[in-house]
């Protein structure tokens, strides 16, 4: 199969870390963003003005991961010659997959819609990420209002504390995998005579796919507040909690009594070692004093200590790491991609989910996010418009 082209509308997070995701397999992707508002200083995608700057005006620090390795475009769609040149590029690239985490209620004065689309290409797959899908055309899509929504915040953080929301936005990121996965499933089978296809993924919907420790729970006679936030600890296996070291903290993982035995056997916590521990059920119904008990422990060794201890007995565990260290871990440094930014520094980005044959091919290096409208000219040139004819568009807002 030819390398597939990607056209897309994206903005934000949850399509441009689907179509990342594309990137790393070496798929042309092509970012689609509006022309500038004449009301609006900033132009095109919010989040290339998010954080700090790294390169010119329109690529600040939030923007540039999701982003390496595309192209970019700036189109008119609000006019009818902007969704002509629209057309033009689906029919002559030919694009083979159209995204877009623009609302629904958009889409069809936009002409970006998938019967206006598939109209111009009907072998052409169309995927969209929203709220709460194509059902729902009005609501917008934010990722910590669709935790709040979906249960995520009362799930998260201390038990005696307020509704939290976890840190990287997840269902963000569980939205743009899950459209990164249909469109595979799509192109496979548009292989086997399958034509195109509208992929409509509801962000809402992919969330609560993700509840399964949760929500049968409660049909089987689990009371909400046996499921609801409990700060580090698990809400079943008991002990799994973070435990405070002489230098920082540890991540403890006990799974199953025969853990609890060999953790227990250990010198370091033979202490531990009471027949009320015996059994999960046991450590559930004396769990306060056991994290305390265990808390002592940990808190007179280093971590390093305590890790020593705990791998000697076959333990699940690991140091909290700050942040800043995450990508000096082995692991991470061996499997990180970049990206070198206009000004020569190199960009150190999070590894692919998974290595792939483009990736090696190309050394692990990106290139660096596009520029606002940095393609427009060559790609324009590429469907066959004359120069003198890309700049009376230009000229008339129709691209940028």
Known sequence: MATPVVLSLEQALS????????VHLGWRVIRLEPTPVPSRVSKGDPNRYIGRPVAGEDRHSYYVAPNAGKEAIAVNLKTEEGRAVLHRL???????????NTMPSRHKALGIDAATLQACNPDLIWCGISAMGLDRPN???YDPVLQAVCGYMDLTGPADGPPTQCGPPIIDLKAGDEAFT????????????????????????????????????LDMGSPPDELRRSGNEHRQFIPVNAYPTADGWIYVAIGSDAQWGRF???????????????????????KDDLHG?????????????AGEALAAAAIPHGPITPIEGVMELPFVQETALRTVAPDGRVVRLPPAAVDTDHLAAIDSTLPFAPAYGEHTGSLLAEVGLAPDETERLRAAGVVA
């Not at 227990?264 to 004396?286: I, K, M, Q, V």
């Open 15 to 22: 399509m441009s870390y689907a179509t990342l995701r594309m």
């Open 90 to 100: 689906i029919r002559e690239l030919p694009v083979d997959v159209f995204c877009t």
């Open 139 to 141: 609501v917008p899509g």
């Open 182 to 217: 249909q469109v595979i499933h799509a192109l496979w089978q548009r292989s086997e005579g399958g034509g195109g296809r509208c992929i409509d993924v509801s962000m809402a919907r992919a969330a609560t796919s993700w509840l399964h420790t949760f929500l049968p729970m």
């Open 264 to 286: 227990a056997a250990h010198p370091r916590f033979a202490a531990l070692d009471e027949p009320r521990f015996a059994t999960n059920e046991g450590r559930r119904t004396h």
């Open 293 to 305: 008990l265990i808390g002592g422990v940990t808190s007179g060794m280093t971590s390093q200590e």
